[in-house]
Structures are given as C-alpha cells and as structure tokens.
C-alpha cells in the first residue's frame, strides 16, 4: 500500500469515529428534549438510509429518523447516554462498514426507572461529497433491562 494511501486510509476511519461519535452525542442531546440537535443528527444519515433498532422499530429515510428522536425517543427514554467501543472499521472505497459495541445507561419514562442497554451497532457507511454518512444502522441488542432485576433477572423488559 502506498503512503498516501494508508493515510487516507487512516483519515477515513477516523473520520468514521467521529461520525459515530456525534450521532451518539446527538441522539443522546435529543433524548433529553433539545431538538434543535434533530436537524445535525438528520444530517448525519444518507438519502437512503434504513434503521434497524430491533424491537424500537425499522426506520427509511431521514424523515422517520427526525420523527424517531424527535417524538419517540424524548417520549420513552428521556435521558441516555451512550458509550460506543472496540470499533471494528473497513473501509473499501468510498464505502465503508464499522461494528461497535454500545452500553447506554437511560431512564424509561414508562417506568419511570433507570435502566441499562447493551448490545452491538452494525453499520454501513457512505461517502457522500467528501463527507462520511450512515447508509444503514443495525442496532442487535445483548440487554435492555432495569438497573433493580439487571440483565440475570430479566434480559428485556417490556415498556
């Protein structure tokens, strides 16, 4: 491989990082209610994007995205934060597609609880004018469970 292109290689990837890091930082603004953080989250995702988050739902395009954190999150998890590690990037291009595991401590306002979420992101990237996007998220999820049961006692719980 020549320099220039390990160093590009390295620029995508942590150009990559850094997308997935503001979308977490973004998702987690919009759970407490400030929505004027939906419009760069949007920004974040390609025309075509499609979201898998399991049992929250499949989502198409960027305006079910905005409806997502803009109504549905804030509604049901008014608080998270998530904390994303041991990336896994390849980059092929001007596509790319990254692992990550995830743990988000949260409250459910169902419930009115807090819980625990841990799992993995399987996601798809796209160049799109220089800039790297979401094509897909695929949330799979280990627990999603109350900080009192944890995930021993009760693996998902329902709200």
């Known amino acids: 491989m020549r320099n220039e292109d390990a160093i590009?290689?390295?620029l995508d990837i942590e150009a990559i990082k850094?997308?997935?890091a503001f979308y977490c930082y973004l998702v987690d603004a919009g759970?407490?209610?400030d929505a004027s953080k939906i419009d760069a989250l949007?920004?974040?995702?390609?025309?075509d994007i499609v979201?898998?988050?399991?049992?929250?739902?499949?989502y198409v395009g960027k305006e079910s995205f905005r409806n997502l954190f803009a109504q549905m999150a804030p509604s049901t998890m008014p608080f998270s934060a998530h904390m994303v590690h041991n990336p896994v990037i390849n980059v092929a291009g001007d596509t790319a597609t990254g692992w990550w595991y995830y743990e988000i401590p949260c409250s459910l306002k169902t419930l009115d609880?807090?819980?625990?979420?841990q799992?993995?992101?399987e996601d798809e990237y796209v160049r799109v004018h220089d800039h790297w996007k979401f094509k897909s998220i695929k949330v799979i999820m280990n627990y999603f469970t109350t900080f009192d049961k944890g995930w021993v006692k009760e693996q998902f719980v329902q709200f």
Do not use: I, M, R, S
């Open 31 to 33: 759970a407490k209610g």
């Open 42 to 47: 949007v920004e974040l995702l390609a025309d």
């Open 119 to 121: 799992g993995k992101y």
């Open 51 to 58: 979201g898998d988050y399991g049992p929250l739902g499949t």
């Open 18 to 20: 850094k997308l997935k």
């Open 113 to 117: 609880t807090a819980a625990w979420a």
């Open 8 to 10: 590009q290689l390295l």
